[in-house]
């Protein structure tokens, strides 16, 4: 008797795979792709970062570069911290049907919304940590702060202008995930709709 319970439970799984638009079905895999690679990502800036903060501080050999090691640390634990809550639940579908794909993939949107918000702050404090650091340890007080901040060497220039990269994308970004978020809350609706 179970035999034929799970055989209907098999049944009704691959009849509902095949209601599952083609198109979502290949989004929603592509995400994922995207989102072990973003993975594998995380893993090797945690190695080249952390590894070479420690490794630099090292080689340098003067307490006062243990700091850069520490907040390095600091910044790596925070982002992992935030990536595996924000990614958790958002590997796979819980079943196979059409209703169940859009769900994940509003949530993925909701996700990565919010990690939007997370990168900026952790960017900016690490900018502000770097800048700080960088002002105190090379000027040493030789320089107005606000005259070495503003066009004060060439170092500081890249750093206002990956600054200014980095929040145009983060912008274009936003509101790219934006209008797929309002296309799929779109889609549910007219899916609850129809039923």
Same mark, same amino acid.
């Given at each position: 008797?179970?035999?034929?319970?799970?055989?209907?439970?098999?049944?009704?799984?691959?009849?509902?795979?095949?209601?599952?638009?083609?198109?979502?079905?290949?989004?929603?895999?592509?995400?994922?792709?995207?989102?072990?690679?973003?993975?594998?990502?995380?893993?090797?800036?945690?190695?080249?970062?952390?590894?070479?903060?420690?490794?630099?501080?090292?080689?340098?050999?003067?307490?006062?570069?243990?700091?850069?090691?520490?907040?390095?640390?600091?910044?790596?634990?925070?982002?992992?911290?935030?990536?595996?809550?924000?990614?958790?639940?958002?590997?796979?579908?819980?079943?196979?049907?059409?209703?169940?794909?859009?769900?994940? +993939?509003? /949530?993925?949107?909701?996700?990565?919304? @919010? %990690?939007?918000? $997370?990168?900026? *702050? &952790?960017?900016?404090?690490?900018?502000?940590?770097?800048?700080?650091?960088?002002?105190?340890?090379?000027?040493?007080?030789?320089?107005?702060?606000?005259?070495?901040?503003?066009?004060? +060497?060439? /170092?500081?220039?890249?750093?206002?202008? @990956? %600054?200014?990269? $980095?929040?145009? *994308? &983060?912008?274009?970004?936003?509101?790219?995930?934006?209008?797929?978020?309002?296309?799929?809350?779109?889609?549910?609706?007219?899916?609850?709709?129809?039923?």
């Amino acid at each position: 008797m179970t035999t034929d319970i799970e055989l209907q439970d098999w049944r009704e799984q691959w009849q509902s795979e095949t209601s599952i638009p083609a198109d979502l079905r290949k989004s929603v895999e592509r995400q994922s792709r995207l989102m072990r690679i973003g993975l594998l990502g995380d893993v090797a800036v945690t190695l080249v970062i952390g590894g070479g903060s420690i490794a630099w501080a090292m080689r340098r050999g003067n307490a006062e570069f243990a700091p850069v090691a520490l907040a390095a640390w600091v910044f790596l634990a925070a982002a992992w911290m935030f990536v595996l809550i924000a990614n958790r639940g958002l590997w796979s579908p819980p079943a196979m049907e059409s209703s169940a794909f859009v769900d994940l +993939s509003i /949530r993925r949107c909701r996700s990565t919304l @919010a %990690t939007l918000w $997370f990168a900026v *702050a &952790l960017f900016f404090a690490e900018i502000a940590f770097g800048l700080g650091w960088a002002y105190t340890h090379s000027v040493k007080g030789h320089i107005p702060l606000m005259r070495w901040l503003l066009f004060g +060497s060439l /170092r500081v220039d890249i750093v206002w202008i @990956a %600054t200014a990269v $980095f929040l145009g *994308a &983060l912008i274009w970004y936003r509101r790219k995930k934006q209008m797929e978020l309002a296309r799929l809350l779109n889609l549910r609706e007219q899916m609850t709709g129809a039923n």
